[in-house]
């Protein structure tokens, strides 16, 4: 796994840097020279460059977060996929706007690339890592761990445009101890069950507030700021003892499971 992990970490998309950097200079050099109908073909062929660099990056991440989680569900979208196609249609854009070449060889050259790609980093996770029981039930605990990680995303892209100092804080806090539960349940998806309401209700009651603040901000009432203060701090606390209550439960379910194995031992014996 570790080794696995190291090789994910060395797929930042480097190399794809490389691939950028052409068009950039180029665009820039035919913007000095006014040279309009030169700025458009390689303004747009850097456009396609980048967005392979930006859908990699999203697939990298979301493979390096498969390969670390014991239990994950595939990836929903093959970004890597996505990326090579993309960039073979750059390649052949680029060899027969820019470098003039013919359509077949353009063509041949989009292809090179694509495969090139998908040879070098490798396609997209594309089976669930469930254990071989009860795969069912997991899927759906791995289902609703990975919504309300994407909300959490969302509330923290939201966190950065409150302005006020105490709020963004309290908000990052809130996040920063639902991640907490995540990260324990990631493990352990038969817990899920028992928090199912707080990863459902909660956090999108918590998205939901978050995105009204952002919008009347600027109007809000001190005491009304004072309030959604304490809701946030009320939050945290109720997170805090669900943690408390997701640890005992695991230890009961340990205890549970080492019992139902000694008994079986005696029985053999």
């Known amino acids: 796994m570790e080794k696995r992990l190291v090789s994910v970490t060395k797929t930042l998309g480097i190399l794809l840097y490389l691939f950028i950097i052409p068009?950039?200079?180029?665009?820039?050099?035919?913007?000095?020279?006014?040279?309009?109908?030169?700025?458009v073909l390689?303004?747009?062929?850097?456009?396609?460059?980048?967005?392979?660099?930006y859908v990699s990056k999203k697939g990298?991440?979301?493979e390096f977060a498969y390969h670390r989680a014991t239990y994950a569900l595939a990836p929903k979208r093959p970004y890597k996929r996505?990326?090579?196609?993309?960039?073979?249609?750059?390649?052949?854009?680029?060899?027969?706007?820019?470098?003039?070449?013919?359509?077949?060889?353009?063509?041949?050259l989009g292809v090179v690339a694509g495969v090139g790609y998908m040879l070098w980093y490798g396609d997209d996770p594309r089976e669930d890592k469930l254990p071989k029981r009860s795969d069912v039930p997991y899927r759906a605990a791995l289902q609703t761990l990975q919504e309300a990680d994407e909300e959490l995303s969302r509330i923290e892209k939201l966190q950065d445009k409150i302005?006020?100092?105490?709020?963004?804080?309290?908000?990052?806090?809130?996040?920063q101890r639902a991640r907490h539960i995540l990260a324990y349940l990631q493990e352990r998806p038969w817990l899920v069950g028992r928090v199912r309401k707080l990863l459902v209700v909660y956090i999108e009651g918590i998205g939901d507030?978050?995105?009204?603040?952002?919008?009347?901000?600027?109007?809000?009432?001190?005491?009304k700021r004072q309030e959604l203060i304490e809701l946030m701090e009320k939050v945290q606390r109720s997170f805090d003892e669900k943690m408390v209550e997701l640890q005992k439960g695991g230890q009961e379910a340990l205890d549970i499971?080492?019992?139902?194995?000694q008994m079986q031992l005696d029985?053999?014996?």
């Open 23 to 39: 068009p950039f200079i180029a665009t820039i050099f035919s913007l000095i020279a006014l040279n309009i109908k030169a700025f």
């Open 42 to 53: 390689n303004f747009i062929a850097f456009l396609l460059f980048f967005g392979v660099l």
């Open 60 to 62: 990298f991440a979301a």
């Open 82 to 108: 996505m990326a090579a196609f993309l960039l073979g249609v750059a390649t052949s854009y680029s060899a027969y706007f820019l470098a003039h070449k013919s359509p077949l060889t353009a063509l041949f």
């Open 163 to 175: 302005k006020d100092a105490r709020l963004y804080q309290e908000v990052g806090e809130v996040v």
């Open 209 to 223: 507030v978050t995105r009204t603040y952002v919008g009347i901000q600027e109007s809000l009432t001190e005491a």
């Open 257 to 261: 499971k080492m019992e139902t194995l």
């Open 267 to 269: 029985k053999d014996r």
